[in-house]
Structure formats: C-alpha cells, structure tokens
C-alpha cells in the first residue's frame, strides 16, 4: 500500500466477498479507524491483526443474496430476522468454514450489527468502529468527538455508543435481540 493511497482504496476482501463499491469504502473507513486505536493504544501485533481482520471481514457479505445469507446465517436471530442483520453471522459462519479459529474475532463480526454481552475488545472495538467512522452523515460532529475519545477512554466511549444504538433501535420500533439486551445489560448491569 502506498502513503498517497487511502486505506478504502486497498482493503483486499475474499474472493467470496459480495459488496458494492459503497460498501468497500465503509469497509475501509472502519478498517482505518481501527488500525488508528491499535495503534494509539498500542495493541499488541496479534491483536492488531485481528482488529484489522474484523475490519476488512464485518461486512464481506453485506451486499449478498438473501437467500445465502439465510443459508450461512441459520437460525442465530431467529428465521425470521430481517435480512440486514445476517451478513455478520453468514460472514462468521462463511469464515469458520474456511478454518478460522478465533473465537473473538467470529464473535465480533457475528454480532457486530446487534451487539453481544461477552464480547472481548475486538467485538467492542468494532462495533463502536461501525457506529463512528467517519462516512456516516448523522451526528457527525458527536460521533468524530467520541471517535477520538477512544484510546483514552475505551469503556467509557463503548457504553455512550452502547446508549446512542439502543436508543436509535428504540426510537424507531426495531427488535432487541437477546445478544442486544445481554450486550446493554453487561455495560449498565
């Protein structure tokens, strides 16, 4: 990768990766985002890795079939979860068929759209990537602000990102899944 080249230009996805260009793009800023916590916070190499990992993969299957989706994501919100919700789990599902073994990197890309209560950082971590990068264009200057605030203050950053979803997800009439109650409840518990 070269200097002048911005990190959405060069995320390399699978093979099997189904995204739009859109989509890409937000895969880079998240995988930007993260790269720059590690860094400030000084993560280990193998951490790092699997934060960059979660990047690139959380939404490899965003822009995949349904009917795949429904198929790699099984039952893991239920057989009537709407079809925005499974690219985590049918990415994780696709990724542990092809041999990955890190539990909390699955984890984290499962879950990242609904959250999980026993996520280790790298699941904390890329949800609030998601919700903060950049290229979103609701509350931008909240969002950069609290972007910032994460490598100094990592669980009090998590638990405001937790508070913001859940209260959009409330606000507009969406299902909490269990994870997600898990998730608000091991944060405020």
């Given at each position: 990768?070269?200097?002048?080249q911005?990190i959405?230009?060069?995320?390399?996805?699978?093979?099997w990766?189904?995204?739009?260009?859109r989509?890409r793009?937000?895969?880079?800023?998240?995988?930007?985002?993260?790269?720059?916590?590690a860094?400030?916070m000084?993560?280990?190499d193998?951490?790092?890795?699997?934060?960059?990992?979660?990047?690139v993969?959380?939404?490899s299957?965003?822009d995949?079939?349904?009917?795949l989706?429904?198929?790699?994501?099984g039952?893991?919100f239920g057989?009537?979860?709407p079809?925005?919700?499974l690219?985590?789990?049918?990415a994780?599902?696709?990724?542990?068929?092809?041999?990955e073994?890190?539990?909390?990197l699955?984890?984290?890309?499962r879950?990242h759209?609904?959250?999980?209560?026993?996520?280790?950082?790298i699941g904390q971590?890329?949800?609030?990537a998601?919700?903060l990068e950049p290229?979103?264009?609701f509350?931008?200057?909240?969002?950069?602000?609290l972007?910032a605030?994460v490598?100094?203050?990592?669980?009090?950053?998590f638990r405001?990102?937790?508070?913001?979803r859940?209260e959009?997800s409330?606000?507009?009439?969406?299902q909490?899944y269990?994870?997600?109650?898990?998730?608000w409840?091991?944060?405020h518990?």
């Amino acid at each position: 990768m070269s200097d002048a080249q911005p990190i959405e230009q060069v995320v390399e996805l699978p093979t099997w990766a189904a995204v739009t260009d859109r989509r890409r793009t937000h895969i880079g800023r998240v995988t930007a985002l993260l790269a720059r916590w590690a860094a400030e916070m000084r993560v280990g190499d193998a951490e790092r890795r699997a934060w960059r990992d979660a990047g690139v993969l959380h939404d490899s299957l965003r822009d995949a079939d349904e009917v795949l989706l429904r198929e790699l994501a099984g039952a893991t919100f239920g057989n009537d979860a709407p079809v925005e919700i499974l690219h985590g789990p049918a990415a994780a599902e696709r990724l542990r068929r092809e041999g990955e073994s890190r539990a909390d990197l699955l984890d984290a890309i499962r879950y990242h759209t609904v959250g999980h209560g026993g996520w280790a950082p790298i699941g904390q971590a890329l949800y609030m990537a998601d919700f903060l990068e950049p290229g979103r264009k609701f509350m931008q200057v909240d969002r950069a602000w609290l972007a910032a605030q994460v490598p100094n203050d990592f669980a009090g950053v998590f638990r405001q990102v937790v508070r913001m979803r859940l209260e959009w997800s409330l606000r507009e009439g969406k299902q909490l899944y269990p994870p997600t109650v898990a998730l608000w409840n091991a944060v405020h518990g």
